[in-house]
Nanobody, 125 residues
Framework: QVQLVESGGGLVPPGDSLRLSCAAS????????MGWFRQAPGKERDVVST????????YYADSVKGRFTISRDNAKNTVYLQMDSLKPEDTAVYYC??????????????????WGQGTQVTVSS
């Protein structure tokens, strides 16, 4: 079956960096838009960043522009999220998502068919 497995979350102080990875298995997503979402306690799941099938086009939420970088390696069926200059407000569970289409950008959760289990990111001193 299709699986998306995130890794790389953790507890870091403000200003630090983390790199999240999302490895897909069960089918190739080389031709699909993929994205990262996050959900803080008591809040809705919001888009963080998305990337086109080729990796050429990227989208970032205003709150992370200039600090986060999304990338993908289609040969490895993996997408990454490099998070720099982390802030306490970045604390959330981060989810990897894969769409069943190539349209871009896809910035709402309902546009995605496959989801990972989530990885906790906590930014605190």
């Amino acid at each position: 079956q299709v699986q998306l497995v995130e890794s790389g979350g953790g507890l870091v102080p403000p200003g630090d960096s983390l790199r999240l990875s999302c490895a897909a298995s069960g089918r190739s997503f080389s031709w699909n838009t993929m994205g990262w979402f996050r959900q803080a306690p008591g809040k809705e799941r919001d888009v963080v960043s998305t990337i086109s099938w080729s990796g050429i086009d990227t989208y970032y939420a205003d709150s992370v522009k200039g600090r986060f970088t999304i990338s993908r390696d289609n040969a490895k069926n993996t997408v990454y999220l490099q998070m720099d200059s982390l802030k306490p407000e970045d604390t959330a569970v981060y989810y990897c998502a894969a769409a069943s289409q190539r349209r871009f950008p896809l910035v709402t959760a309902r546009d995605y068919s496959y989801w990972g289990q989530g990885t906790q990111v906590t930014v605190s001193s």
